[in-house]
């Protein structure tokens, strides 16, 4: 028996990454899984996968941006399974750049996608969960929520926004046992580590900075696998009385100078 016996989550983001890695373990757990992804090619590679070990997964090609589009997946989530458990908000984009040289169509669309998106995910699934006084709403946040790069702002505000909007929701949703959380990932080999076309994880800089000098005290990057175990205790029965938390799962860096 898995933790996540007979639930039903909704992933955003699904198809690759750390959304990919907590639509395999949600599965492994026992949850069905509704599985969102811009790329249709990708989120059917996981369908395929999930399916393949035995697990229920339904795919979803949509941009999540696309509110209309999203609650078709959400009513349709609720006629397949009769309810929803948990919604991971994990989909999110990266474009670099300074107040000097950015600009305002990337400042908006990575606050649409990062946290306007969040908001309509967690509107959607709210009242299902209201009515059954229960659920789990996850958002994927980071630690540059609270410290930046300094070429990544709306990025960064995007991130801080969802640790706010987490604990205002564990507030106003907490009289219907649905409890809000977030997970803050330090730095993890995935397709949005690839700057420029190189994996920031594994330039000569990094790894003389952050692993041999220890910067991240366990002294290696981190991946997908090391983040989607503390998103399936989020969603478990194993939490129970945690909401409005963020848990920064990142090797340690942000206890370091």
């Not at 984009?93 to 908001?119: C, F, M, P």
Request: net charge negative; glycine share 10%; with cysteine.
């Amino acid at each position: 028996m898995g933790i996540l016996d007979g639930q039903v989550a909704i992933i955003t983001g699904a198809g690759q990454g750390l959304g990919k890695a907590v639509a395999l373990e949600f599965a492994r757990e026992g949850s069905a899984v509704a599985l969102l992804e811009l790329n249709s090619q990708n989120v059917e590679a996981v369908r395929a996968e999930i399916e393949a070990s035995g697990g229920e997964a339904r795919a979803y090609a949509l941009d999540i941006t696309d509110y209309d589009a999203y609650a078709k997946v959400v009513e349709d989530v609720v006629a397949w399974k009769g309810k929803i458990d948990t919604l991971v908000n994990n989909a999110a984009i990266a474009i670099y750049g300074t107040i000097l040289n950015d600009t305002l169509e990337n400042w908006r669309k990575q606050i649409t996608v990062n946290l306007e998106a969040v908001y309509m995910g967690s509107k959607l699934v709210a009242p299902h969960m209201v009515k059954q006084e229960y659920g789990r709403i996850i958002s994927v946040a980071s630690i540059q929520g609270f410290a930046s790069s300094g070429d990544a702002g709306a990025y960064n505000a995007a991130k801080g926004g969802i640790l706010a909007y987490t604990k205002s929701m564990a507030v106003e949703l907490g009289k219907y046992n649905i409890l809000v959380n977030a997970v803050a990932p330090g730095f993890m080999r995935t397709p949005m580590s690839f700057v420029n076309g190189v994996d920031e994880t594994t330039l000569p800089d990094f790894i003389d900075w952050y692993v041999e000098k220890g910067k991240v005290p366990l002294r290696r990057t981190g991946f997908p696998e090391d983040v989607s175990g503390t998103i399936v205790f989020l969603a478990s029965s194993y939490c129970r009385y945690m909401t409005g938390q963020l848990l920064v799962v990142d090797g340690g860096v942000m206890s370091t100078f």
